[in-house]
T-cell receptor
Framework: AQSVTQPDIHITVSEGASLELRCNYSYGATPYLFWYVQSPGQGLQLLLKYFSGDTLVQGIKGFEAEFKRSQSSFNLRKPSVHWSDAAEYFCAVGHKVGGGADGLTFGKGTHLIIQP | GAVVSQHPSWVICKSGTSVKIECRSLDFQATTMFWYRQFPKQSLMLMATSNEGSKATYEQGVEKDKFLINHASLTLSTLTVTSAHPEDSSFYIC????????????FGDGTRLSIL
């Protein structure tokens, strides 16, 4: 069965500092990987996705993530965080997308706190 | 593009009543929609996969008679929580995948259900 581990429950970063959120996955085949962000009481917004090709993917809001098959990781990064980045971040794995897609398996999330 | 609308956003009702939640893809067709449940400060757990024109597929441990799912068109899926009890109180989120291949899931803003 597939699984996703986000080792950090909370992370505190100063505004303007760089950020890295960790994600490790367990999956038997080539995974489709996603990062979503959730503000309190809201749904999820897709930050970026990896399906194939270039292992460094660019997303919205200045985020990027790198797929490392050898480490089974898909860490999210941002060079300089803004106070508006404070939110809950979820890493997710799935396989088949589009027609006949399967539901995603989510990590437990990382709560990002931005210090002024 | 790729907007998923979920309604209502918040509902409070008495124990024993049934509640219907709608999930609509506004600007794309979705053969597959998903229903997730999220407990406070926890991750999303897939409840069921809803396929247009066929029966939903429920995850292990999810009562299909409690959580009725109907996906009557390519743009609408509904989740009905029947005879709701306080333990059914939760945040329910739907998502939808476009018919085109390799498209990510897009999430609604969620429905907060409170059963008194």
């Amino acid at each position: 069965a597939q699984s996703v581990t986000q080792p950090d429950i909370h992370i505190t970063v100063s505004e303007g500092a760089s950020l890295e959120l960790r994600c490790n996955y367990s999956y038997g085949a080539t995974p489709y990987l996603f990062w979503y962000v959730q503000s309190p009481g809201q749904g999820l917004q897709l930050l970026l996705k990896y399906f194939s090709g270039d292992t460094l993917v660019q997303g919205i809001k200045g985020f990027e993530a790198e797929f490392k098959r050898s480490q089974s990781s898909f860490n999210l990064r941002k060079p300089s965080v803004h106070w508006s980045d404070a939110a809950e971040y979820f890493c997710a794995v799935g396989h088949k997308v589009g027609g006949g897609a399967d539901g995603l398996t989510f990590g437990k999330g990382t709560h990002l706190i931005i210090q002024p | 593009g790729a907007v998923v609308s979920q309604h209502p956003s918040w509902v409070i009702c008495k124990s024993g009543t049934s509640v219907k939640i709608e999930c609509r893809s506004l600007d794309f067709q979705a053969t597959t929609m998903f229903w997730y449940r999220q407990f406070p400060k926890q991750s999303l757990m897939l409840m069921a996969t809803s396929n247009e024109g066929s029966k939903a597929t429920y995850e292990q441990g999810v009562e299909k008679d409690k959580f009725l799912i109907n996906h009557a068109s390519l743009t609408l899926s509904t989740l009905t929580v029947t005879s709701a009890h306080p333990e059914d109180s939760s945040f329910y989120i739907c998502s939808a995948s476009e018919v085109r291949l390799n498209q990510p899931q897009h999430f609604g803003d969620g429905t907060r259900l409170s059963i008194l």
